[in-house]
């Protein structure tokens, strides 16, 4: 049985859906911010992009996202925004990157073939305790989820540009998606940041009121497909 530290120094157990690791696949424009925000929150992060050339860029970016919260984010200036760039690892071998995740979220571009060979790979390398989340704005979880090869730890989780000041989550299950899977992951999206408005899209309103019934008030949005 592993533990997490809490704040006040006291141990606790941890459990299969909690997640303290990171893995952000992806250092484009949402990307690198997911990936800032959740070091910035004192995650454990690492950033995965398909070349060391890629990344050396990404670290720029990162850099520049500091900079950013600097200026814009009450809190940040007086060493916190830097802080956060020390929690990110960079790694552009996919087995190395998810080896320790408890989330991997998924920020490639929007091609359905891409990310059909991402979560194949993906479903051979990362630990069966690894969550899988999609950032995916215009892609169904449903359409994703044979390919990952773990569809009940599979679901959408998509945060609106910039991350750091729209403070707008957006977690979507599919028919198969745990609910513990479902719950750990909207606890995420709420421990890194302190958002606006969190949606959970849905195609099935009372499951969610069910999943949720002695958990945090949250938005509704009914879709039609998952």
């Known amino acids: ?83 956060a760039l020390a929690r990110i690892v960079y790694s552009s071998d996919l087995a190395e990157a998810v080896q320790d995740a408890d989330l991997v979220v998924e920020a ?3 091609r359905l073939d891409l990310k059909r060979e991402v979560y194949t790979k993906l479903a051979k390398t990362a630990p069966a305790k690894t969550i899988f989340a999609t950032n995916s704005s215009t892609l169904m979880p449903s359409a994703m989820a044979d390919f990952t090869g773990r569809p009940e730890r599979f679901l959408a989780l998509h945060f609106a540009d910039p991350v750091w000041s729209s403070k707008i ?41 069910r999943i949720f019934a002695d958990g945090p008030s949250v938005q509704m949005v009914v879709a039609g497909k998952a």
Do not use: C, N, W
């Not at 484009?28 to 950033?47: E, H, K, N, R, W």
């Not at 007086?78 to 802080?83: F, H, M, N, T, V």
């Open 1 to 83: 049985m592993s533990y997490v530290i809490t704040s006040d120094g006291t141990q606790i157990h941890r459990k299969a859906t909690d997640i303290a690791s990171v893995t952000v696949l992806g250092t484009g424009v949402l990307g690198s911010q997911i990936a800032y925000q959740s070091a910035y929150s004192g995650f454990d992060v690492t950033a995965y992009d398909i070349s060391d050339e890629i990344l050396k860029g990404a670290e720029h970016r990162f850099a520049g996202i500091a900079a950013s919260y600097e200026l814009e984010v009450d809190g940040a200036a007086g060493g916190r925004a830097q802080d």
């Open 108 to 110: 490639v571009p929007e």
């Open 169 to 209: 989550a957006e977690v979507m299950g599919h028919p198969r998606t745990d609910s513990s899977v479902y719950r750990a992951v909207v606890g995420f999206a709420r421990r890194i940041a302190t958002y606006k408005r969190l949606f959970l899209l849905t195609y099935d309103p009372e499951r969610v009121r």
